[in-house]
């Protein structure tokens, strides 16, 4: 509980310190990873620029794509799981595309019996920062179905526990 939350809270100044020390169009790569570490993943942008993604899943409730141009330098550096995003999610795009966009889940779970699999991502909505957790819903191929958006389970303020 506690201890989890300060670690929480100590992740999260320490991105807000990082964001702070770098300017798009100025910090270069170096910068980024000094900053931030090895990315998650590096994806290819528009063929010249890297996107590299810099994940706070599972105890997190942000993902981070920071953009390298062609010249080395950051172009962009967003916080990508927002709503505006979660509306990009449609069905039948392919599961690497929703990673693309949103980054690595928390969580990915497996319903056998109805042949789907939840890729779920924690994010705070509204001004009361209330987690919660958004789902692209997969067939067997790997393609969204659905979304669905609901309170996190896991969350104490929201009232339930799944323990």
Do not use: H
């Amino acid at each position: 509980g506690i201890v989890s939350l300060f670690a929480f809270l100590g992740l999260f100044g320490c991105d807000a310190q990082r964001i702070e020390q770098l300017e798009e169009g100025i910090s270069t790569e170096a910068d980024v990873r000094t900053r931030f570490g090895e990315p998650e993943k590096i994806w290819e942008g528009d063929g010249q620029t890297r996107i590299f993604e810099y994940n706070r899943q599972p105890n997190g409730n942000t993902n981070y794509m920071i953009s390298i141009g062609p010249d080395g330098k950051m172009s962009a550096l967003r916080q990508v799981l927002t709503p505006q995003n979660f509306a990009k999610v449609q069905p039948g795009m392919m599961v690497e595309d929703v990673r693309k966009l949103l980054g690595k889940p928390a969580k990915v779970v497996p319903y056998e019996l109805k042949k789907e699999t939840y890729y779920n991502w924690r994010y705070l909505a509204d001004q009361n920062n209330t987690s919660m957790i958004f789902s692209a819903v997969m067939d067997g191929n790997l393609k969204v179905i659905r979304t669905e958006t609901g309170l996190d389970p896991e969350d104490p303020k929201n009232g339930m526990t799944n323990r």
